[in-house]
């Protein structure tokens, strides 16, 4: 399997943490070089691993926001 290669270019924001330091975060995520996308994931404590997780491009944050927004109406 070949090696996965991340960096994360910018952290938008903790959501939530575990009990044992874990975290769910969104971040801009670069993956093996690619254009950065925005990305939803548990994160153990100092990133050496990680949960599965959602990718989205602006365009699929921005259409996930207006879903959020109308949730209160």
Same mark, same amino acid.
């Given at each position: ?5 991340? #960096? +994360?270019? #910018? /952290? +938008? @924001? !903790?959501?939530?943490? *575990?009990? $044992?330091?874990?975290?769910? #975060? &969104? /971040?801009? !995520? *670069?993956?093996?070089? %690619?254009?950065? $996308?925005? =990305?939803? %994931? =548990? ?7 990680? @949960? $599965?997780? !959602? ?8 259409? &996930? #926001?207006? +879903?959020?927004?109308?949730? =209160?109406?």
């Amino acid at each position: 399997m070949a090696e996965l290669k991340y #960096e +994360i270019v #910018e /952290n +938008i @924001g !903790v959501i939530s943490e *575990s009990p $044992k330091g874990w975290t769910k #975060e &969104l /971040n801009l !995520v *670069s993956w093996n070089g %690619r254009d950065p $996308k925005y =990305d939803l %994931r =548990d994160w153990a404590p100092g990133k050496e691993k990680m @949960g $599965k997780g !959602v990718t989205m491009t602006e365009e699929e944050l921005k259409q &996930l #926001e207006k +879903i959020l927004q109308n949730m =209160d109406k």
